[in-house]
């Protein structure tokens, strides 16, 4: 993706409830991988979740789900039963020629 | 299963001294390799990427270099350091399209 726009920097949620974290992109390629990341406070770069653009279904990793709207060139990340341990900054992400553009960061908080 | 490995994890440095980061991969072989720095509480910025021994491509101009003298080796450089190269430098390797990174060095140029 060339531009990659996440436009909430700061989120909260409380233990157990569902969250959504937003992510809209543009891109000129027809085919594309689009990715969330998260980084917990040991700054290690964890991939969450991948998205194949030519794919349709939405993919799922456990709690962690994605809404794939390609049209809308929006791809959205839900966290289901947040977790304590879910606490971190989450980037969207999006795969072009031997790159990755990422978004800015949503910094997520999982209130006890 | 490949890892990937940064070295050292913290290092503070004077102003105009040099710097040497290391990077290496295992369990792969020809992977496409990357530096990203990250200031603190910021997204990531791409230096240099490579995809092949040699092959070195810079994203944006700065006081930094990087090599690749081996195929699962990419090492981060600079001459002489600036404050403003203060950050978190992060190494990834990718076999296709996503990106898994290494634990990251944070450096603090004083």
């Known amino acids: 993706a060339q531009t990659v726009t996440q436009s909430q920097p700061e989120m909260s949620v409380q233990e157990a409830e569902t969250v959504t974290l937003s992510c809209t992109y543009d891109?000129?390629?027809?085919?594309?991988?689009l990715f969330w990341y998260k980084q917990p406070p040991s700054r290690q770069m964890i991939l969450v979740i991948r998205?194949?653009?030519?794919?349709?279904q939405n993919a799922t990793e456990n709690r962690f789900s994605v809404n794939f709207q390609k049209a809308a060139k929006s791809f959205s990340l839900k966290i289901s039963d947040s977790q304590l341990g879910d606490t971190a900054m989450y980037f969207c992400?999006?795969?072009?020629?031997?790159?990755?553009?990422f978004g800015k960061g949503t910094k997520l908080s999982v209130i006890p | 299963s490949q890892t990937i490995h940064q070295w050292p994890a913290t290092l503070v440095q004077p102003v105009g001294s040099p710097l040497s980061l290391e990077c290496t991969v295992e369990?792969?072989?020809?992977?496409?390799l990357y530096w990203y720095r990250q200031a603190a509480g910021r997204g990531l910025q791409l230096l240099f990427y490579?995809?092949?021994?040699?092959?070195i491509s810079s994203e944006v101009p700065q006081n930094l270099s990087a090599s690749r003298p081996q195929d699962r080796q990419f090492i981060l450089s600079s001459k002489k350091l600036l404050l403003s190269d203060s950050g978190f430098y992060l190494c990834?390797?990718?076999?296709?399209?996503?990106?898994?990174f290494g634990p990251g060095t944070r450096l603090t140029v004083l």
């Open positions: 990834a390797w990718s076999g296709l399209n996503e990106q898994f």
């Open positions: 891109t000129s390629e027809s085919n594309y991988y």
């Open positions: 998205q194949e653009a030519y794919k349709q």
């Open positions: 992400a999006g795969a072009g020629s031997y790159q990755l553009t």
């Open positions: 369990g792969t072989s020809n992977p496409n």
């Open positions: 490579s995809v092949g021994i040699g092959q």
